[in-house]
């Protein structure tokens, strides 16, 4: 399923769209992470993983684990782009009864790997599935996107020293660093430094790419997946709220619905 | 004129004042000033305000240090993370010195709403009380809520006051002052006894209103405290009433209805109902369809009242 990088780029706007209209259909939710990852998230799901929609279950598909799920507005909707699901589930997102919960439910049926929203445990369940991996002589690969607000967790840090220490080389660490949380800029909430600088430390191959340039999205997915004996972070430098001029940048706009004006905004600059 | 706000709201803004005459407190939060509302007493006191980013075990542990270097500490996040993702440090850092530590922790329960069952703690009542020495305080409204915060700034140790996201509607008069370990009859009834606590103390006073026209005459205690437990009250009441029920925004397991449990089967064996969350996570929804789902309205509770009755 292959694309180019302009149908990638095209996608990855519909993904914004879909974000955006579920988070306001549903009158909560969290745009501005998802809207900044969107980018790595389309490259990822149409260009790299070895996945079968008609078969979520597949024993050898590689795994994507959203670490920071409350940006699942954003998987869901490509889950439903490739066909995994229905697109008018995306419609009853946080609804009673709904599968799409607000922060993600273990549901294989629909190819969510795992339950998250308490943040910064996934790296540590991706690793554990790429231990699985090697227990089992199996080739698949397991990405996690890890976000900035969330590695504040210490837990993280004890993942990552993991997964360096075991040479998880079919591990890959896919990180948005919008720079911002729900209490503001993270430099001036709690600032991490160089994120590179870290997963170097602790063992990593790194790589830091503009997370809204699609090509570098794709080479550095490339790039990740040909290195041996070591575990692999991309660091995306991204915008919270990416392709909205009214949301970029403003924590507010972590988790906080778009009012009808945003709204029309947010359609009419996404091109919708 | 009644004040019907949420216990967090009432919560940021007691702080705040208590902050004035009270310059030995510290407030601490991670990532969640705006939702906790410790973000009133941050802008007024920004050289005494601390937060520690998404990182609720170093949270506890910082505020453990600053405690036993002669503060009172007030830290807050979300409940199921301070209580929950942080338990062991409050456990080892906090309960077992005895620093003087206060976890007031919000968006407990299902009344979060939308963002679903890892938001929702249905545990933390359990998890607080197992600790040694914790005290356990859960408010109904904003009247209880600020008079619970005048009694921990003057109690040394740790405790854990339980808040919530949603508006809550006025039980207490602003007279009201909270006694340690005292629940307070709100109704008196001759048939049943509902006990209750927190954002469902409304509804079970309004229920008790709709049980007496079916006939049945309730009594209504709001427990503030859940530890120490009012036991004199829960034997007194258990004494007066053929059927006792309980009724929280929490897991019966190790919530209200389990603690008046242990004290009726030491003190006054009596048939005790617990209605709240039946052992399940909560879900997504917009909190009002969540508490009617649960049956913790004011219909749901006294329909489970009148089911209880009539199966006996
Ligand atoms: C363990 C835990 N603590 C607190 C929260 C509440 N929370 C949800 S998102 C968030 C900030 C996350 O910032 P970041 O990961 O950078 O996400 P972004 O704002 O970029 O979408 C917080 C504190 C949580 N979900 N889990
Ligand atoms: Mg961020």
């Known amino acids: 399923m292959s694309k180019s990088i302009q149908e990638l780029q095209d996608i990855a706007n519909e993904v914004r769209v879909s974000i955006v209209k579920m988070v306001h259909t549903a009158n909560s939710g969290h745009m501005g992470g998802a809207m900044s990852f969107a980018d790595m998230l389309t490259a990822l799901f149409y260009n790299k993983l070895n996945y079968d929609p008609k078969n979520p279950k597949w024993e050898d598909r590689d795994r994507f684990v959203l670490s920071s799920g409350h940006m699942c507005a954003g998987l869901y909707t490509i889950l439903a782009k490739i066909g995994v699901f229905d697109e008018k589930e995306l419609w ?22 795992m339950s998250t929203g308490s943040l910064g445990q996934g790296l540590s369940v991706a690793n554990g599935m790429a231990l ?17 607000g969330g590695s504040q967790e210490g837990m993280v840090w004890e993942a990552a020293m993991l997964a360096a220490h075991y040479k998880l080389d079919n591990r890959c660490v896919l990180f948005d660093y919008n720079n911002v949380q729900i209490d503001g800029f993270c430099s001036d909430v709690m600032d991490l430094g160089s994120v590179a600088d870290k997963f170097k430390a602790f ?20 790039e990740a997946e040909k290195v041996k004996g070591k575990p692999q972070a991309i660091i995306s430098k991204t915008t919270l709220g ?17 009012t009808d004006e945003e709204f029309a905004i947010a359609m009419k600059e996404l091109g919708n | 004129m009644s004040l019907d706000i949420a216990t967090r709201e009432a919560y940021g803004k007691k702080l705040a004042a208590l902050g004035e005459t009270h310059p030995e407190i510290v407030v601490m939060d991670a990532d969640l000033s705006g939702s906790t509302k410790t973000n009133i007493f941050k802008k007024q006191f920004p050289e005494r305000f601390f937060n520690v980013g998404v990182a609720e075990q170093n949270l506890m542990g910082t505020a453990a240090g600053i405690a036993l270097s002669g503060h009172t500490v007030f830290v807050s996040t979300f409940a199921i993370f301070a209580t929950g993702r942080a338990w062991e440090p409050v456990r080892q850092s906090i309960a077992y010195p005895k620093a003087n530590v206060k976890i007031c922790a919000t968006h407990a329960g299902i009344t979060v709403g939308e963002d679903g069952a890892s938001h929702q703690s249905v545990e933390d009542i359990a998890l607080m009380s197992a600790i040694p020495g914790m005290k356990v305080m859960v408010p109904a409204d904003a009247h ?57 103390t409304k509804a079970t006073l309004d229920a008790a209103t709709r049980l007496e026209e079916k006939g049945v005459s309730a009594s209504v205690v709001c427990m503030g405290s859940i530890k120490p437990i009012d036991a004199d009250l829960i034997v007194a009441m258990a004494s007066k009433h053929k059927v006792l029920f309980s009724v929280e925004e929490h897991s019966v397991v190790g919530g209200l209805g389990a603690a008046i ?20 996570f909560g879900q997504s929804a917009p909190y009002q369809e969540l508490i009617k789902h649960y049956e913790l309205d004011e219909e749901g509770i006294a329909r489970q009242v009148l089911g209880k009755l009539a199966a006996l």
Request: hydrophobic share 35%.
């Open chain 1, 132 to 148: 699985a991996a090697r227990v089992q002589n199996k080739k698949y690969r397991v990405y996690s996107l890890e976000t900035d």
């Open chain 1, 92 to 113: 009853n997102f946080r609804q009673l009864g709904s599968p799409l919960q607000g922060h993600p439910k273990y549901n294989l049926d629909l190819g969510i790997e």
């Open chain 2, 144 to 200: 209880q809520t600020m008079s619970m915060m005048d009694y921990l700034v003057k109690t040394p140790g740790p405790a854990y006051l339980r808040l919530g996201r949603a508006t809550t509607q006025q039980v207490f008069d602003a007279d009201y002052v909270y006694e340690e370990g005292k629940g307070a009859v709100l109704r008196d009834g001759t048939d049943v006894c509902l006990f209750t606590t927190g954002f469902v």
């Open chain 1, 242 to 258: 990416k392709g909205v001029s009214v949301f970029e940048n403003k924590s507010k706009f972590h988790g906080t619905p778009p």
């Open chain 1, 203 to 222: 063992g990593w191959h790194v790589i830091e790419i503009d997370g809204h340039d699609m090509q570098a999205c794709c080479d550095a997915l490339d």
């Open chain 2, 261 to 280: 449990s242990e004290v009726l089967t030491s003190q006054k064996p009596a048939r005790l109902f617990r209605l709240g969350i039946q052992d399940a």
